[in-house]
Protein backbone atom coordinates (compact mmCIF):
# COMPACT_ATOMS: atom_id res chain seq x y z
CA UNK A 1 0.00 0.00 0.00
CA UNK A 2 1.65 3.21 -1.36
CA UNK A 3 1.95 5.52 1.96
CA UNK A 4 1.21 9.28 1.69
CA UNK A 5 4.03 10.95 -0.05
CA UNK A 6 5.99 13.61 2.65
CA UNK A 7 7.07 17.04 1.76
CA UNK A 8 9.91 18.57 3.86
CA UNK A 9 11.19 21.93 3.31
CA UNK A 10 14.07 23.42 4.52
CA UNK A 11 15.38 26.95 4.73
CA UNK A 12 19.04 25.91 2.82
CA UNK A 13 20.61 23.43 1.23
CA UNK A 14 22.57 22.96 3.91
CA UNK A 15 19.28 21.85 6.38
CA UNK A 16 18.31 19.88 3.51
CA UNK A 17 21.65 17.90 3.34
CA UNK A 18 22.00 17.17 6.92
CA UNK A 19 18.28 16.07 6.87
CA UNK A 20 19.04 14.18 4.88
CA UNK A 21 22.00 12.32 5.83
CA UNK A 22 19.84 12.00 8.96
CA UNK A 23 17.66 10.18 7.38
CA UNK A 24 20.03 8.06 5.70
CA UNK A 25 21.65 7.11 8.79
CA UNK A 26 18.64 6.07 10.36
CA UNK A 27 17.57 3.91 6.93
CA UNK A 28 20.89 2.55 7.36
CA UNK A 29 20.66 1.64 10.96
CA UNK A 30 17.13 -0.15 10.65
CA UNK A 31 17.64 -2.24 7.44
CA UNK A 32 21.22 -3.33 8.82
CA UNK A 33 19.61 -4.18 12.24
CA UNK A 34 17.13 -6.07 10.48
CA UNK A 35 18.33 -7.26 7.06
CA UNK A 36 22.06 -7.19 7.70
CA UNK A 37 22.86 -5.30 4.73
CA UNK A 38 21.52 -1.22 3.96
CA UNK A 39 21.45 -0.83 0.30
CA UNK A 40 21.18 2.32 -1.75
CA UNK A 41 20.56 3.43 -4.84
CA UNK A 42 22.69 6.63 -5.96
CA UNK A 43 21.25 9.31 -7.44
CA UNK A 44 23.79 11.69 -9.93
CA UNK A 45 23.64 14.94 -11.10
CA UNK A 46 24.79 17.97 -9.41
CA UNK A 47 22.85 17.98 -6.28
CA UNK A 48 23.63 15.09 -4.62
CA UNK A 49 27.49 16.02 -4.42
CA UNK A 50 27.08 17.80 -1.28
CA UNK A 51 25.05 15.66 0.45
CA UNK A 52 27.42 12.18 -0.48
CA UNK A 53 30.20 14.77 0.86
CA UNK A 54 28.68 15.35 4.06
CA UNK A 55 28.08 11.60 4.36
CA UNK A 56 31.90 10.92 4.09
CA UNK A 57 32.43 13.34 6.85
CA UNK A 58 33.47 12.62 10.00
CA UNK A 59 30.24 13.58 11.20
CA UNK A 60 28.63 10.26 10.48
CA UNK A 61 31.85 8.04 10.45
CA UNK A 62 29.97 5.55 12.92
CA UNK A 63 27.25 4.48 9.51
CA UNK A 64 27.39 0.78 8.99
CA UNK A 65 29.93 1.49 5.73
CA UNK A 66 30.93 -2.24 5.58
CA UNK A 67 27.74 -3.41 5.77
CA UNK A 68 26.49 -0.70 3.21
CA UNK A 69 26.32 -1.14 -0.76
CA UNK A 70 25.89 1.48 -2.95
CA UNK A 71 24.49 0.82 -6.69
CA UNK A 72 23.31 3.37 -9.29
CA UNK A 73 20.04 4.69 -10.20
CA UNK A 74 21.13 5.88 -13.88
CA UNK A 75 24.80 7.16 -15.19
CA UNK A 76 25.38 8.59 -18.64
CA UNK A 77 27.28 6.53 -21.47
CA UNK A 78 30.84 7.64 -20.38
CA UNK A 79 33.40 5.38 -18.80
CA UNK A 80 34.18 5.64 -15.29
CA UNK A 81 36.60 8.71 -15.30
CA UNK A 82 34.65 11.11 -17.59
CA UNK A 83 33.81 14.56 -15.93
CA UNK A 84 30.05 13.75 -16.91
CA UNK A 85 30.20 10.37 -15.20
CA UNK A 86 27.80 9.89 -11.96
CA UNK A 87 30.27 7.25 -10.74
CA UNK A 88 33.28 9.62 -10.91
CA UNK A 89 30.82 12.49 -8.84
CA UNK A 90 30.13 9.91 -5.99
CA UNK A 91 33.20 8.69 -6.36
CA UNK A 92 35.15 11.66 -5.58
CA UNK A 93 32.50 12.89 -2.93
CA UNK A 94 31.72 10.00 -1.05
CA UNK A 95 32.80 6.15 -2.66
CA UNK A 96 36.26 7.01 -1.98
CA UNK A 97 35.61 5.94 1.86
CA UNK A 98 33.65 2.61 1.13
CA UNK A 99 35.04 -0.71 0.62
CA UNK A 100 35.50 -1.35 -2.96
CA UNK A 101 33.68 -4.71 -3.07
CA UNK A 102 30.56 -2.58 -1.70
CA UNK A 103 30.27 -0.68 -4.49
CA UNK A 104 28.95 -1.38 -7.88
CA UNK A 105 29.17 0.78 -10.95
CA UNK A 106 27.05 0.74 -14.19
CA UNK A 107 29.89 0.15 -16.65
CA UNK A 108 29.07 2.41 -19.18
CA UNK A 109 31.97 2.55 -21.15
CA UNK A 110 30.39 -0.23 -23.09
CA UNK A 111 28.45 0.16 -25.55
CA UNK A 112 24.51 1.39 -23.51
CA UNK A 113 22.76 -1.69 -24.46
CA UNK A 114 25.48 -4.04 -22.92
CA UNK A 115 25.65 -2.00 -20.15
CA UNK A 116 22.57 -2.24 -19.17
CA UNK A 117 22.31 -6.06 -19.58
CA UNK A 118 25.16 -5.91 -17.50
CA UNK A 119 24.06 -4.22 -14.86
CA UNK A 120 20.43 -6.01 -14.48
CA UNK A 121 22.26 -9.13 -14.01
CA UNK A 122 24.59 -7.55 -11.35
CA UNK A 123 21.41 -6.64 -9.80
CA UNK A 124 19.70 -10.16 -9.98
CA UNK A 125 22.74 -11.78 -8.52
CA UNK A 126 23.60 -8.84 -5.87
CA UNK A 127 19.93 -9.54 -5.01
CA UNK A 128 19.56 -13.25 -5.60
CA UNK A 129 16.70 -12.52 -7.52
CA UNK A 130 13.80 -15.14 -8.98
CA UNK A 131 13.13 -14.92 -13.12
CA UNK A 132 10.42 -11.88 -13.02
CA UNK A 133 11.33 -10.68 -9.81
CA UNK A 134 12.12 -6.49 -8.77
CA UNK A 135 15.00 -5.68 -6.33
CA UNK A 136 13.80 -4.07 -3.14
CA UNK A 137 16.22 -1.59 -2.18
CA UNK A 138 16.47 -0.17 1.02
CA UNK A 139 16.66 3.72 0.12
CA UNK A 140 16.76 4.96 -4.03
CA UNK A 141 17.88 8.57 -3.99
CA UNK A 142 16.61 10.44 -6.50
CA UNK A 143 17.33 14.06 -8.24
CA UNK A 144 14.45 16.11 -9.94
CA UNK A 145 15.63 17.45 -13.74
CA UNK A 146 14.55 20.64 -15.18
CA UNK A 147 11.87 18.97 -17.39
CA UNK A 148 10.78 16.85 -14.64
CA UNK A 149 13.03 13.24 -15.13
CA UNK A 150 14.41 11.51 -12.40
CA UNK A 151 17.37 8.88 -12.89
CA UNK A 152 17.91 8.96 -17.15
CA UNK A 153 13.68 8.62 -17.29
CA UNK A 154 13.13 11.57 -19.29
CA UNK A 155 9.78 12.51 -20.96
CA UNK A 156 8.13 11.22 -24.10
CA UNK A 157 11.62 8.25 -23.75
CA UNK A 158 10.75 4.32 -24.42
CA UNK A 159 12.07 3.51 -20.75
CA UNK A 160 9.13 5.18 -19.22
CA UNK A 161 7.07 1.97 -21.08
CA UNK A 162 9.43 -0.62 -19.64
CA UNK A 163 7.45 -2.83 -16.92
CA UNK A 164 9.83 -6.31 -17.01
CA UNK A 165 13.29 -5.17 -17.21
CA UNK A 166 15.06 -3.75 -14.41
CA UNK A 167 17.37 -1.91 -16.02
CA UNK A 168 17.74 -0.45 -19.63
CA UNK A 169 19.69 1.67 -22.41
CA UNK A 170 17.43 5.01 -22.79
CA UNK A 171 17.78 7.01 -25.76
CA UNK A 172 17.43 10.80 -24.94
CA UNK A 173 16.98 12.46 -28.17
CA UNK A 174 17.32 16.17 -26.52
CA UNK A 175 20.90 15.14 -25.95
CA UNK A 176 21.53 12.91 -28.50
CA UNK A 177 22.66 10.11 -26.93
CA UNK A 178 21.93 6.60 -24.71
CA UNK A 179 21.79 6.84 -20.73
CA UNK A 180 21.58 3.73 -18.60
CA UNK A 181 19.06 3.78 -16.31
CA UNK A 182 16.96 1.50 -13.66
CA UNK A 183 13.03 1.22 -14.84
CA UNK A 184 9.75 2.18 -13.26
CA UNK A 185 8.78 -0.89 -11.46
CA UNK A 186 12.64 -1.05 -9.49
CA UNK A 187 11.73 2.72 -8.41
CA UNK A 188 8.68 1.50 -7.11
CA UNK A 189 9.72 -1.27 -5.57
CA UNK A 190 11.53 0.41 -2.88
CA UNK A 191 11.74 0.30 0.56
CA UNK A 192 12.03 4.29 0.37
CA UNK A 193 12.85 6.66 -2.50
CA UNK A 194 14.50 10.42 -1.39
CA UNK A 195 14.10 12.98 -4.05
CA UNK A 196 16.79 15.90 -3.13
CA UNK A 197 15.73 19.23 -5.11
CA UNK A 198 17.35 22.36 -4.30
CA UNK A 199 17.74 26.48 -6.18
CA UNK A 200 15.71 28.60 -7.82
CA UNK A 201 15.88 26.42 -11.24
CA UNK A 202 13.47 23.74 -9.69
CA UNK A 203 10.91 25.74 -8.41
CA UNK A 204 8.96 25.68 -11.35
CA UNK A 205 9.15 22.21 -12.10
CA UNK A 206 8.74 21.14 -8.43
CA UNK A 207 5.11 23.40 -8.51
CA UNK A 208 4.39 20.90 -11.52
CA UNK A 209 5.31 18.28 -10.04
CA UNK A 210 3.38 18.78 -6.33
CA UNK A 211 0.36 20.61 -7.87
CA UNK A 212 -0.32 19.17 -11.93
CA UNK A 213 -0.82 15.44 -11.54
CA UNK A 214 -2.09 15.68 -15.22
CA UNK A 215 1.41 16.25 -15.96
CA UNK A 216 2.09 12.83 -16.04
CA UNK A 217 6.08 13.49 -15.52
CA UNK A 218 8.25 10.72 -15.09
CA UNK A 219 9.37 11.87 -11.53
CA UNK A 220 5.58 11.77 -10.74
CA UNK A 221 5.26 7.99 -11.81
CA UNK A 222 7.74 7.01 -8.53
CA UNK A 223 5.08 6.20 -6.38
CA UNK A 224 6.84 3.01 -4.15
CA UNK A 225 3.93 0.48 -4.19
CA UNK A 226 5.03 -0.33 -0.42
CA UNK A 227 7.80 2.14 0.55
CA UNK A 228 7.78 5.89 1.34
CA UNK A 229 8.27 8.74 -0.61
CA UNK A 230 9.93 11.52 0.72
CA UNK A 231 10.36 14.81 -1.33
CA UNK A 232 13.03 16.93 0.34
CA UNK A 233 13.47 20.59 -0.86
CA UNK A 234 15.26 23.89 -0.02
CA UNK A 235 12.66 27.01 0.04
CA UNK A 236 14.12 28.28 -3.04
CA UNK A 237 13.15 25.20 -5.10
CA UNK A 238 9.64 25.28 -2.92
CA UNK A 239 9.07 29.20 -3.74
CA UNK A 240 6.66 29.03 -6.37
CA UNK A 241 4.63 25.89 -4.54
CA UNK A 242 1.90 26.29 -2.02
CA UNK A 243 2.51 24.91 1.52
CA UNK A 244 1.49 21.46 2.57
CA UNK A 245 2.79 18.46 4.42
CA UNK A 246 1.44 16.02 1.50
CA UNK A 247 0.74 15.86 -1.71
C1 LIG B 1 21.66 12.40 -13.78
C2 LIG B 1 20.60 12.21 -12.74
C3 LIG B 1 19.44 13.09 -13.05
C4 LIG B 1 19.55 14.25 -12.08
C5 LIG B 1 18.64 15.38 -12.47
C6 LIG B 1 18.90 16.59 -11.55
O1 LIG B 1 22.27 11.41 -14.23
O2 LIG B 1 21.89 13.58 -14.11
O3 LIG B 1 20.28 10.96 -12.52
O4 LIG B 1 18.19 12.49 -12.93
O5 LIG B 1 19.22 13.79 -10.77
O6 LIG B 1 18.93 15.73 -13.81
O7 LIG B 1 20.23 16.99 -11.77
P1 LIG B 1 20.89 18.17 -10.89
O8 LIG B 1 20.97 17.65 -9.49
O9 LIG B 1 22.24 18.36 -11.51
O10 LIG B 1 19.97 19.35 -11.01
Given at each position: MPSQPELRIFDTPADLFAAAATEFAALASAAVQSRGRFCVALSGGSTPRNFYQLLASNAFSNLPWDKTYFLFGDERNVPPDHSDSNYRMAKEA????????NVFRI????DAETAARDYEQTLRTFFKLQPGKFPRFDLVLLGLGP???TASL??????????????VANWVENFKTYRITLTLPVLNHAACVIFLACGPDKAAILREVL??????LPSQRVRPADGRLIWMVDRAAAQLSTEREGF
Open positions: LLWKVPEPHAEHDGHFPGTSALNENNRLVENQSAN
